[in-house]
């Protein structure tokens, strides 16, 4: 599971907590995983980074201290925050001879289909003109209320880590590994050198954020690994601090805790799984069964529709699956109960569009 010599795409997150000492950046820090990253490039693997810091460091500029809660105050210290982070990641890997490219993305930039695509070949061509691309999440404009947010850069990490077919990606945290049990609450646990699969128990039983600055914790990163393991990407999860880590790990060594790649599913069904629906269509049993044995979904099939969605957006279906509608909300609940024939009188169109989603639009959950 640790032979990592065909990988030649790389995501690397480094946490809050593993980039500050105190309150301030780390610049010797910086400088390591500078050198370190150098050495994969010239070794011929790409490398993305996934870089916290940003609100904290805002906030050390403000003289704020302590975990910031309110949203407001949290986008502006990224505001404040953010330039000074790539200033110091700027001048560090310019020493090393690499350029780096800000990459700023909110959630809503991964759900909708056109922005995605935009986004990947952005990062594409960074990569072709040997830039270094380093993410962060928008925090000035991003909020959880409003549905735009990550949360956290663990599930930003691998959503990009999925984005662009990475084939590892390393969380950098203040955790060493993955325990068998709680180690905060069991002087007994212990680490695990490999785990094959993450299962709803190991979420359930994760704990939150533990500390001051960082927003993650155990939960979020079991997630991550979970939306990278759909796209064939195997995940990494190991104290930031260790010498010379990401070398290391590239090489085989038993650093921190692997986990396994899951099912590798097609980019775009990857997209379709992880995005956030919009809405949700409740059909029968019947066509429930239609779509499990890979057949399209036809309207006639439909009981009800929940939420407020437009054609082409990602729906789910009666919380077994997602697809992509080819019908708005406002078009499938005037067809409810109406005979497919009546679709083009009753939309108006020329076109008799039966079909919801064919086949290869739909994407059930495991």
């Not at 959503?159 to 084939?167: F, L, N, R, T």
């Amino acid at each position: 599971m640790r032979d990592f010599t065909a990988v030649r795409r790389v995501v690397v997150k480094i946490g809050t907590n593993v980039l500050t000492e105190g309150d301030h950046i780390d610049r010797e820090y910086i400088r390591s995983m500078a050198m370190q990253i150098k050495g994969l490039r010239d070794a011929g693997t790409e490398v993305c980074l996934v870089s916290s810091g940003a609100i904290g460091l805002g906030a050390h500029e403000l003289g704020i201290h302590g975990r910031v809660q309110d949203v407001v105050l949290r986008q502006a210290c990224a505001a404040v925050g953010q330039p000074l982070l790539m200033q110091v990641y700027r001048d560090i890997f310019r020493e090393n001879g690499i350029s780096i490219g800000q990459v700023l993305v909110t959630r809503e930039a991964f759900d909708n289909r056109n922005s995605y695509v935009r986004l990947r070949n952005a990062v594409e061509r960074l990569l072709d003109l040997e830039v270094l691309p380093i993410f962060n999440e928008n925090d000035s404009v991003a909020t959880a209320e409003i549905g735009t947010a990550f949360g956290d850069n663990d599930q930003l990490s691998a959503q990009v880590a999925s984005g662009i077919d990475a084939g590892l990606l390393v969380l950098l945290s203040d955790t060493d590994a993955y325990y068998d049990r709680d180690p905060r609450r069991h002087p007994d646990a212990a680490p695990l050198d490999s785990v094959e699969a993450v299962t709803l128990e190991m979420v359930e039983s994760a704990g939150h954020a533990g500390s001051s600055r960082g927003t993650g914790g155990m939960r979020t990163k079991l997630k991550a690994i979970q939306i990278a393991a759909d796209g064939g990407c195997r995940v990494v999860l190991a104290h930031g601090r260790e010498g010379d880590v990401l070398s290391r790990i590239l090489k085989g060594e038993r650093v921190g805790t692997v986990f396994a790649a899951r099912r590798n599913l097609k980019n775009r069904s990857r997209w379709l799984l992880h995005s956030a629906p919009r809405g949700q269509i409740i059909v029968d049993d019947g066509a429930v069964e239609a779509i499990k044995r890979h057949n399209s979904l036809l309207v006639t099939g439909v009981v009800t529709v929940e939420g407020n969605f437009d054609s082409g957006d990602v729906v789910m279906v009666n919380d077994v699956a997602k697809l992509v509608s080819a019908f708005s909300s406002r078009e499938l609940a005037l067809l409810i109960g109406r005979h497919s024939s009546e679709i083009p009188s009753i939309l108006g169109h020329d076109v008799d569009r039966r079909f919801i989603a064919r086949p290869e639009e739909i994407v059930f959950f495991e």
